[in-house]
Nanobody
Framework: QVQLVESGGGLVQAGGSLRLSCAAS????????MAWFRQAPGKEREFVAA????????SYADSVKGRFTISRDNAKNMVYLQMNSLKPEDTAVYYC?????????????WGQGTQVTVSS
């Protein structure tokens, strides 16, 4: 069982930055691929970014490419999402996810989410 706890959300003006953090309880954290998703009001949850177990491979949604950066620190059981040049359309609840498989669209574990609000 893996428990994920997100933090770092808040209110920021358009053009600003935020750094989200996700703390994982897994004893073998480095064996999990990690990701960030988000869900805006009235919309379905969508993929934001993912990172493999070592941090050597990352992927991003087109809407955040060049603005967001996912990273991880396996020594601290942490994954991060650095968000720059934020836009009002980035407003959403952001979720951290973990999965023990190398590939796939299913994610086994989810955090409770952290709210990000970008004002114009």
């Amino acid at each position: 069982q893996v428990q994920l706890v997100e933090s770092g959300g808040g209110l920021v003006q358009a053009g600003g930055s935020l750094r989200l953090s996700c703390a994982a309880s897994a004893r073998t954290f480095s064996s999990y691929r990690m990701a960030w998703f988000r869900q805006a009001p009235g919309k379905e949850r969508e993929f934001v970014a993912a990172i493999n177990w070592s941090g050597s491979h990352t992927s991003y949604a087109d809407s955040v490419k060049g603005r967001f950066t996912i990273s991880r620190d396996n020594a601290k059981n942490m994954v991060y999402l650095q968000m720059n040049s934020l836009k009002p359309e980035d407003t959403a609840v952001y979720y951290c996810a973990a999965d023990s498989h190398l590939y796939g669209t299913n994610w086994e574990y989810w955090g409770q989410g952290t709210q990000v609000t970008v004002s114009s």
